[in-house]
């Protein structure tokens, strides 16, 4: 399986309009790839808060019509990456004035919506993203060719249990989009390793590059498999990242080295003494 994660540059000078016409060209440009990962909020920046609102879009709005067709064009499996979605008011209107979410899209190679996940640890510590949006509460799994993909967004990636769960449902590749900040890139880099190792899966970890609302971003996107090893790592522009992965090592490392068959705590209740 060959993956391109598009590490996309998120300049505030340039119009949304612009970003996802120069995104979908890129999109275009991987044709020869199965699968293409973008990063957590490329339409907006993940930290440019106040921008939420008034960029926000339905699920099936511009991002979603551009990427569907730039997936289907390449023919392949795009994870678009995430939009700040307004869901539909409870009475209906066409216009949407519901929740914000963080939601990421997952096109086939057919253009059609394969799964949406809304991320479910919002960041902000009671600021930004923890108050402006709404928190999702599923867990998504999507079957490709050879391999399942666990869907997560970067500050999930703090929260181990939800990649047990995903696990638990069978991904063996796990994809999180982010928006980094540059100051805390040892921590992206520590943890998307711990992931791949705890799990026993590959991890595909694309961030952003440029800078959010003043906030410099980490970049380098990376792949690692499930030893832990890093397959690829970008640097800090904006840069595709591509490689070739065995989606069949997932299941040996399983097979070689069964640590996930030893689990027992949040298999069953523990033992509780009084």
Not at 21 to 26: E, T
Not at 182 to 200: C, D, G, I, K
Not at 228 to 242: D, K, M, P, Q, Y
Request: charged share 25%.
């Amino acid at each position: 399986m060959r993956a391109s994660l598009i590490q996309i540059a998120v300049d505030e000078d340039e119009p949304v309009d612009s970003r996802r016409r120069r995104v979908a060209a890129l999109v275009r440009e991987q044709s020869g790839a199965d699968l293409v990962v973008l990063p957590e909020l490329w339409t907006t920046g993940a930290f440019a808060f106040e921008e939420f609102g008034r960029a926000a879009e339905p699920l099936e709005g511009p991002t979603y019509e551009a990427m569907a067709k730039a997936a289907s064009d390449a023919g392949v499996w795009l994870h678009a990456g995430s939009i700040p979605e307004r869901a539909a008011s409870d009475s209906g209107s066409a216009t949407g004035d519901g929740t914000l979410y963080n939601t990421s899209l997952l096109f086939s190679p057919s253009g059609d919506l394969a799964a949406a996940y809304r991320k479910i640890h919002r960041f902000g510590f009671d600021k930004g993203e923890a108050v402006l949006m709404g928190a999702g509460r599923d867990l998504v799994t999507v079957r490709l060719p050879g391999t399942t993909l666990g869907l997560a967004t970067c500050y999930d990636l703090r929260f181990p249990e939800l990649f047990r769960g995903l696990v638990d449902a069978g991904a063996e590749t796990l994809v999180i989009p982010a928006g980094w900040p540059e100051r805390r890139r040892a921590h992206w880099t520590l943890l998307a390793q711990a992931r791949a190792v705890e799990n026993q899966a590959f991890v595909l970890a694309c961030g952003t590059a440029g800078t959010h609302a003043g906030v410099p971003q980490a970049g380098h996107s990376i792949v690692v498999d499930p030893w832990g090893e890093v397959l690829a790592e970008a640097g800090s522009a904006e840069e595709v990242l591509t490689v070739d992965l065995d989606p069949a090592k997932a299941g040996a490392t399983r097979e070689q080295f069964p640590a996930l068959k030893d689990r027992v705590l949040g298999l069953q209740p523990p033992r509780r003494r009084t």
